[in-house]
């Protein structure tokens, strides 16, 4: 079992930055892939971006490519997305998932969700 807490979410102008932190409980949380994940009003949830167990593997969506960075530090359970040049189409709630096995950019492959924290970026 991992239970997951987001946190950092905030309204920002575009061209701004935040940085949202995951914070992860569970003995086997090191074993897992971690993601982030987004939803807009009316939209469907979409990948944003996700790291392998070791942090030696890396994935982006295209949008968020050279101005998203996704981190962890399995010694303090917690996975982070740091998010720079921040869009007003960047507006969503964002979600932390942890993954055993399966697609990093599938979210029907995850096995455990936070309750999300919102990101609004005005224009």
């Known amino acids: 079992q991992v239970q997951l807490v987001e946190s950092g979410g905030g309204l920002v102008q575009a061209g701004g930055s935040l940085r949202l932190s995951c914070a992860a409980s569970g003995r086997t949380y090191r074993r897992y892939t971690m993601g982030w994940f987004r939803q807009a009003p009316g939209k469907e949830r979409e990948f944003v971006a996700a790291?392998?167990?070791?942090?030696?593997?890396?994935y982006y969506t295209d949008s968020v490519k050279g101005r998203f960075t996704i981190s962890r530090d399995n010694a303090k359970n917690a996975v982070y997305l740091q998010m720079n040049s921040l869009k007003p189409e960047d507006t969503a709630v964002y979600y932390c998932?942890?993954?055993?096995?399966?697609?990093?950019?599938?979210?029907?492959?995850?096995?455990?969700w936070g309750q999300g924290t919102q990101v609004t970026v005005s224009s």
């Open positions: 998932a942890a993954l055993y096995s399966g697609s990093a950019y599938a979210a029907k492959d995850y096995d455990y």
């Open positions: 790291i392998s167990w070791s942090g030696s593997s890396t």
